[in-house]
């Protein structure tokens, strides 16, 4: 073989591991990573409310608390079923510490209410029986949603390192009968540790996960910041006659994001959603 033969042979080479080698890393990006909490904790259904304390490492304490509720109008009725929905489509955000997964069925209509608190303690409360807040924000929506059945979930992942006390409350059952008031105590547990991927890694591993299950994107959505919730991403997604409501927001001062999902009929699901939030 000539020299030319030889060089042309050995381009030929480095043009073929060139590209084979950026195969191999494009599909390395590709891959999903895995993402790990650093600790164990008790993880039970917990709809319809969030309830989570911040403790800084200097000493400080924030809180954040997140309801959402719905009475049926005069004649009507409701209930409000445990059913892991999210879980079982296998489109959970990794590394969440508490979460809430229900369907609810509306009959006739229903006045829903959702509400947000978030509070930066006072370390030396003159009155140990009641915490002042340093400051303080209280955001309540309210507003008519229609008959017909949604999936709601709910779920808290941390998004730095730090300490957190989580109150969890449960349903005494499967289900609860939204015309009359029933919960179970509350349950509380530390969490300490962190997440292994970013925040940026979380929300990416997740819409691919929606994708993964079908679910393809229709439309941004804007929501607009408040005092207490910064918004990361929301969007919705469409499979088939199903619609999906997805929105991840920064819990401001806590080193926490809530993820919020809605499926059921756009109609609907676009109502819950403006419940939820700021959603047009």
Same mark, same amino acid.
């Given at each position: ?11 030929l080479?480095?043009i073929?591991?060139?590209?084979f *080698?950026a195969v191999?890393?494009?599909?390395? !990006?590709?891959?999903?990573k ?5 600790? !164990?904790?008790?993880?039970v259904q917990s709809p ?7 403790y800084?490492?200097n000493?400080?304490?924030?809180s ?5 509720g719905?009475?049926?109008i005069s *004649?009507?009725?409701g209930?409000s ?6 879980? &079982? ?9 508490q ?11 229903a006045k829903?209410?959702?509400s947000v ?13 009641? &915490?002042?807040?340093? %400051? ?8 008519m949603i229609?008959s ?11 998004i730095?390192?730090g300490s957190w006390? %989580?109150? !969890? ?10 015309t ?10 530390? @969490?300490?540790g962190?997440?292994s991927?970013?925040?940026e890694e979380?929300? %990416?591993?997740t ?6 299950a079908?679910f393809m ?7 607009l910041?408040t005092? @207490?919730l910064?918004?990361m991403?929301?969007?919705l997604?469409?499979?088939?006659d ?5 929105e991840f927001?920064?819990v401001?001062?806590m ?9 059921g !009929?756009?109609k ?13």
């Open positions: 073989m000539g020299k030319g033969a030889t060089g042309l042979v050995l381009a080479a480095v073929f591991l060139v590209l *080698g191999i890393l494009k599909r390395g !990006d590709e891959s999903p895995t993402c790990i909490f650093s600790s !164990d904790f008790p993880l319809h409310v969030i309830n989570v304390a911040y800084p490492e000493g400080s304490k924030v954040f608390s997140e309801g959402f719905a009475w049926p *004649g009507g009725s209930y079923i445990i059913d892991e929905w999210a879980t &079982e489509l296998g489109i959970t955000p990794p590394c969440h510490i979460r809430g997964e229900v369907r609810v069925k509306i009959e006739k209509g829903a209410s959702h608190h978030l509070c930066h303690h006072n370390p030396n409360p003159t009155d140990p029986l009641w &915490e002042k807040c340093l %400051k303080e924000y209280t955001l309540r929506t309210e507003l229609p017909g059945e949604v999936k709601i979930a709910t779920f808290v992942v941390p730095g390192g006390k %989580k109150t !969890d409350m449960p349903f005494c059952g499967k289900a609860l009968n939204l009359s008031a029933g919960a179970c105590p509350p349950a509380t547990a530390w @969490v300490n962190t997440c991927c970013t925040p979380i929300l %990416k591993i819409v691919k996960r929606l994708e993964s079908g994107k229709h439309e941004d959505v804007k929501v910041e005092e @207490v910064k918004p991403y929301s969007a997604f469409v499979k088939d199903e619609y999906l409501y997805v927001v920064e401001k001062g080193n926490l994001m809530r993820v919020l999902m809605i499926m !009929d756009e609907t699901v676009r109502a819950y959603a403006g419940a939820f939030s700021s959603a047009p």
